[in-house]
């Protein structure tokens, strides 16, 4: 079992920065790690996803904006957001997703999330 608590969320006027911290209990090597999202009324959606390989993704509406990093040694993942927009925001949160090949079964952690709002 692995217990995230995401930390850096805010209240930012838009196009300013914020970065985001999920720090884990325990180690992330092996978890895909991803920031989500939820806005009011709208269902979650992926924001960036790190694979344990190294490999990024983002939504769309993030790309060149967004930036997730992890650092294996400290069991930390990290979303640095940056020109911001009052669009982005929602309440973020980070999750590690594990998988067992031979039933092949995904396993999610969620955190309990932090609130991102973006408003002048």
């Known amino acids: 079992q692995v217990q995230l608590v995401e930390s850096g969320g805010g209240l930012v006027q838009p196009g300013g920065s914020l970065r985001l911290s999920c720090a884990a209990s325990g180690s992330i090597s092996i978890y895909t790690m991803g920031w989500y999202r939820q806005a009011p009324g709208k269902q979650r959606e992926l924001v960036a996803g790190?694979?344990?390989?190294?490999?990024?993704n983002y939504a769309d509406s993030v790309k060149g904006r967004f930036t997730i990093s992890r650092d294996n040694a400290k069991n930390t993942v990290y979303l640095q957001m940056n020109s911001l927009k009052p669009e982005d925001t929602a309440v973020y949160y980070c999750?590690?997703?594990?998988?067992?090949?031979?039933?092949?079964?995904?396993?999610?952690?969620w955190g309990q999330g932090t609130q991102v709002t973006g408003s002048s």
């Open positions: 999750n590690a997703r594990g998988r067992i090949a031979l039933l092949n079964y995904d396993y999610d952690y």
């Open positions: 790190s694979t344990s390989g190294g490999s990024t």
